[in-house]
């Protein structure tokens, strides 16, 4: 198992750019959660899914969207990158709700 | 929704002595959660609480949920170098079960 996949691990990104943060676990799991950690930071919750096709608003999802079209997969979309949106992304996911989360090795974004 | 307070945000320690990390809710918690990261990398579980009044161990690490499922607390007997890094307690909340962080507590340790 490779557990939780995250790419890529580092990306710069211009004022106005969008891209995509990829995921994707192979553990069957049914909970994914995408969260962002700035410079000695806690964890701040973007979006989470209960499973495919069912995404929600964590605390700081403005500027960010999301997709759930499988249960392996929960891109991270940013659309118009600001450098607010500097930060280190984790993806995460458990088998259901409360129980242990696996992290991805994260993906360091910085918006220049 | 779903809030925990961690306390303190930053410890440094002698390599020796002990450390303590506390979680606190205005509510009552199902369950909770501990994870330690080390410095640049990602969060790793390292247990979980459900009942009340719960204490678990791993080797020189105490894990205490409250009696009112309002508090938990881990304690490092005797810290080592390897134990640099930041402890997150985090519990579940809204209703379809999203996972909140607390704000996290470094830990530092001189050898």
């Known amino acids: 198992n490779a557990g939780v996949t995250q790419t890529p691990k580092f990306r710069i990104l211009k004022i106005g750019q969008s891209m995509t943060l990829q995921c994707a676990q192979d553990?069957?799991?049914?909970?994914m959660y995408w969260y962002r950690q700035d410079p000695g930071m806690g964890l701040k919750l973007i979006y989470y899914?209960?499973?495919?096709?069912?995404?929600d608003k964590g605390e700081v999802p403005n500027g960010y969207n999301v997709s759930r079209s499988t249960t392996e997969d929960f891109p991270l979309r940013l659309e118009l990158a600001a450098p607010s949106q500097t930060s280190v992304y984790f993806c995460?996911?458990?088998?259901?709700?409360?129980?242990?989360?696996?992290f991805g090795q994260g993906t360091r974004l910085t918006v220049v | 929704g779903q809030q925990v307070m961690q306390i303190p945000q930053y410890q440094h320690v002698q390599e020796g002595e002990d450390f303590t990390t506390y979680c606190n809710s205005s509510?009552?918690?199902?369950?909770i959660q501990w994870y330690k990261q080390r410095p640049g990398g990602h969060p790793v579980f390292l247990i979980q609480l459900v009942k009340s009044g719960e204490v678990k161990k791993q080797k020189r690490l105490t894990f205490q949920f409250g009696e009112a499922k309002k508090n938990s607390s881990l304690h490092i007997t005797a810290t080592q170098t390897t134990d640099v890094g930041t402890y997150f307690c985090?519990?579940?909340?809204?209703?379809?079960?999203?996972?909140?962080f607390g704000k996290g507590t470094k830990l530092s340790v001189k050898p």
């Open positions: 985090a519990v579940v909340g809204g209703s379809q079960g999203n996972l909140i």
């Open positions: 553990m069957n799991h049914n909970y």
């Open positions: 509510t009552t918690l199902s369950n």
């Open positions: 995460a996911s458990s088998y259901g709700r409360a129980t242990e989360a696996f």
């Open positions: 899914s209960v499973g495919a096709g069912i995404t």
